[in-house]
T-cell receptor, first 113, second 112 residues
Framework: ETGVTQTPRHLVMGMTNKKSLKCEQH?????MYWYKQSAKKPLELMFV???????ENNSVPSRFSPECPNSSHLFLHLHTLQPEDSALYLC????????????FGSGTQLSVL | TQLLEQSPQFLSIQEGENLTVYCNSS?????LQWYRQEPGEGPVLLVT?????EVKKLKRLTFQFGDARKDSSLHITAAQPGDTGLYLC????????????FGQGTELSVKP
């Protein structure tokens, strides 16, 4: 596989469920990101990991918990979400010194009921 | 807070027409990126411009970075149905470690 792969592509969950989103990059990059994309709103940066160390938490509620075990894998653990958290969650990667050149996965379309 | 405003938000045109999408801000950016996102997919980087006044061409697409590095435009000549998608501009920031600020996007529909 090449590029940035996200699973699952679609997820429906109740407000009391716990689920995880997975992202894997095969580009040899050393920075990984989680973005939230809601309708008619700009992409919102959630978390940044450089060399698997978290360097940015953009005031994200604690019901979203990221994990980066190595430079190629990134997870977003979800629990007790709210309906307003329904959105497309995008993972991206880049080289640290070229962090404007993001390579995105296809995203996970999340619906919270 | 740095903001990027894109206009128009929606654009529906016929194949063969020309169009321009604008990306404006009151802030200065270190670089400006344009991405295209197709339904069900993530954004794909089209171009990066870094110098004020810079013009880059990618086949029928022409990208320009404003002299003051506060705005940018994307011009498409003779649009084709394959150009349909969401176009996003993103500015690189000086004082936030290069973090990107995204515009809200321009949704383009090109009808055959």
């Amino acid at each position: 596989e090449t590029g940035v792969t996200q699973t699952p592509r679609h997820l429906v969950m109740g407000m009391t469920n716990k689920k995880s989103l997975k992202c894997e990059q095969h580009l040899g990059h050393n920075a990984m990101y989680w973005y939230k994309q809601s309708a008619k709103k700009p992409l919102e940066l959630m978390f940044v990991y450089n060399f698997k160390e978290q360097t940015e938490n953009n005031s994200v509620p604690s019901r979203f918990s990221p994990e980066c075990p190595n430079s190629s894998h990134l997870f977003l653990h979800l629990h007790t979400l709210q309906p307003e958290d329904s959105a497309l969650y995008l993972c991206a990667s880049s080289q640290i010194r070229e962090n404007e050149k993001l390579f995105f996965g296809s995203g996970t379309q999340l619906s919270v009921l | 807070t740095q903001l990027l405003e894109q206009s128009p938000q929606f654009l529906s045109i016929q194949e063969g027409e020309n169009l321009t999408v604008y990306c404006n801000s009151s802030s200065v950016f270190s670089s400006l990126q344009w991405y295209r996102q197709e339904p069900g997919e993530g954004p794909v980087l089209l171009v990066t411009v870094v110098t004020g006044g810079e013009v880059k061409k990618l086949k029928r697409l022409t990208f320009q970075f404003g002299d003051a590095r506060k705005d940018s435009s994307l011009h498409i000549t003779a649009a084709q149905p394959g150009d349909t998608g969401l176009y996003l501009c993103a500015g690189g920031t000086y004082n936030q470690g290069g973090k990107l600020i995204f515009g809200q996007g321009t949704e383009l529909s090109v009808k055959p």
